[in-house]
């Protein structure tokens, strides 16, 4: 019903950037707040970063000044740039938007969670 699809998760090395993104179709029309999440093993899944549709954005404590994220309507992408990476970052990341209702269905239903399948980010020390 809504398909999210994640990409640019890479070995890198502590201290180094990553560049995620995640596609979101009809970002604009559908009025989503989408956030990331992230997983690593043997943890619970944990909010990193959330924007809403006017762009304001809300970040974890534990990534504030580290990752920014944006959202490109023209392209109904969503961006997490991740800089000065540490091992701790290492997990699966996930792309995530709450149903809105609107569009007969193409935005999915109100308040329902849709999430992607994940990329996975490793850093190594």
């Known amino acids: 019903q809504v398909h999210l699809e994640e990409s640019g998760g890479d070995l890198v090395q502590a201290g180094g950037s990553l560049r995620l993104s995640c596609e979101v179709p009809?970002?604009?029309?559908?009025?989503?707040?989408t956030s990331w999440y992230r997983q690593a093993p043997g943890k619970a899944r944990e909010f990193v970063p959330g924007?809403?549709?006017?762009?304001?954005?809300t970040y974890a404590d534990s990534v504030q000044g580290r990752f920014v994220m944006t959202l490109d309507d023209s392209e109904k992408r969503v961006y997490l740039q991740m800089n000065s990476l540490k091992p701790d970052d290492t997990a699966m990341y996930y792309c995530?938007?709450?149903?809105?209702?609107?569009?007969?269905?193409?935005?999915?239903?109100?308040?329902?969670?849709?999430w992607g399948q994940g990329t996975l980010v490793i850093i190594s020390s």
């Open positions: 009809e970002y604009k029309y559908c009025r989503y707040y």
């Open positions: 924007i809403d549709n006017g762009g304001d954005t």
């Open positions: 995530q938007v709450l149903g809105t209702g609107r569009g007969r269905g193409l935005c999915g239903n109100s308040g329902t969670e849709y």
